[in-house]
Each structure stands twice: as C-alpha cells, then as structure tokens.
C-alpha cells in the first residue's frame, strides 16, 4: 500500500521565525514530488516542486531524502499570510493511480 | 486562461436526488480529476481521465460516475445521492504531474 504521511500539525509558529515540516513516503519507486499550499476553505494550489538537487523560491526550500524516504519543506521568515496547510504529493508515474496526497500540515503563525 | 473552472459552487441536495457537478479545463491538458474533502481530511481520489474517451476508477468511485467526450470537460455524476456524499468536490487537471484545482464545489445531502 503506498501511503504518504505528514504530521498533521497544527504548527504554532511566531512571524519571522523558521519552520520545517517533513513528509515520509513508502514506495521507494516514487518518481516526482511537490508540496502544495491549501488554504482554509479554498482549493490546494502548487507551491513547488521537488527536485532530486533541492530547490529554493524566495523563502521556501524544498528538499529531497531518497534514501530515508522523504521530503520536507522550510519556510524562512515567515509570515501571516504562510498560514495554511501545505499538503505533500508524491507520484510513481503510471497515471493517477500513482499519485498519492498527503493528508496536510496545519501551519498558524502568529503574530 | 481561465483555468479549471467548476460548477455550482454550492449545491444542496435531498436523499436520493441526482446531480452532475461540471469541470472545464481550458489549458489543454489530458489528464484530468476527481477528488472529494472531507472537513479536516485529506484528498480522496473518485475518478480520473487520462483523455477525451478514457476514464478510470480512484480510491472512492461507489455511487458516482463520470464522461470524458472531450478534452475540456471532465462532469462528475451522483446518482442517488446519499448523506455520506456530502463533501467539498474538486475537479483538477494536470501536466508533467503538477495539478491545477478548481474552487470545488460544496455538496450537502439532507
């Protein structure tokens, strides 16, 4: 069963500070990567992608662990408008059917 | 572009009433789905296309089904709509494996 699996949070965070959160996958075959922001009552919306090297936009780093199976995102500086949940996707190509969502970190940061 | 585009934003149905929730991509993309939220839980996959003429089942398909005669648009039929079907629906489309969603479509079954 290929499962994908975040803590759910919530992450209290005060503005400008730092915060990581991780995802852990099961299937090793797991080919592409990318976290996505939802915010509350709106549709999830693509953050970035995962790449092999890791990868920087702005204040978000996202960063691959082929070997301990897992991804993880850092936000920098943080600010109010970072509150949301941020969902993890992991694909193992093959369709849809590949293609497995995270159940989401809840992030608040505070003032 | 617009997008992915979903219609109704709300409906409200009665037990055993039947509906079909509407997604129009106009980015060209083949694949294309169906997801259903529940409150404070993640994606559920219900159907997906991977073109005009091509569907197939996800993790939750029972009681709806879905037509793919285009490339734009993907409806998603509830037949005998049921109290459990009550969720926020969201329709997507993709390429290269990044999702483009819709604004959803909230369902409540009374």
């Known amino acids: ?111 | 572009n617009a997008g992915v585009t979903q219609t109704p934003k709300f409906r409200i149905l009665k037990i055993g009433q039947s509906m079909t929730l509407q997604c129009t991509q106009d980015m060209n993309h083949n694949y294309m789905y169906w997801y259903r939220q529940d409150p404070g839980m993640g994606l559920k996959l219900i159907y997906y296309s991977v073109g005009a003429g091509i569907t197939d089942k996800g993790e939750v398909p029972n009681g709806y089904n879905v037509s793919r005669s285009t490339t734009e648009d993907f409806p998603l039929r509830l037949e005998l709509a049921a109290p459990s079907q009550t969720s926020v629906y969201f329709c997507a489309s993709s390429r290269d494996g990044e999702q483009y969603f819709g604004p959803g479509t909230r369902l409540t079954v009374t």
């Open chain 1, 1 to 111: 069963r290929k499962e994908v699996e975040q803590d759910p949070g919530p992450f209290n965070v005060p503005e400008g500070a730092t915060v990581a959160f991780n995802c852990t996958y099961s299937n090793s075959a797991s080919q592409s990567f990318f976290w996505y922001r939802q915010d509350c009552r709106k549709e999830p919306k693509l953050l970035m992608s995962v790449y092999s090297s890791g990868n920087e936009d702005g204040r978000f780093t996202a960063q691959l662990n082929r070997a301990s199976q897992y991804i993880s995102l850092l936000i920098r500086d943080s600010k109010l408008s970072d509150s949301a949940t941020y969902l993890c996707v992991v694909t193992s190509g093959g369709g849809a059917d590949g293609l497995t969502f995270g159940k989401g970190t809840h992030l608040i940061i505070q003032p």
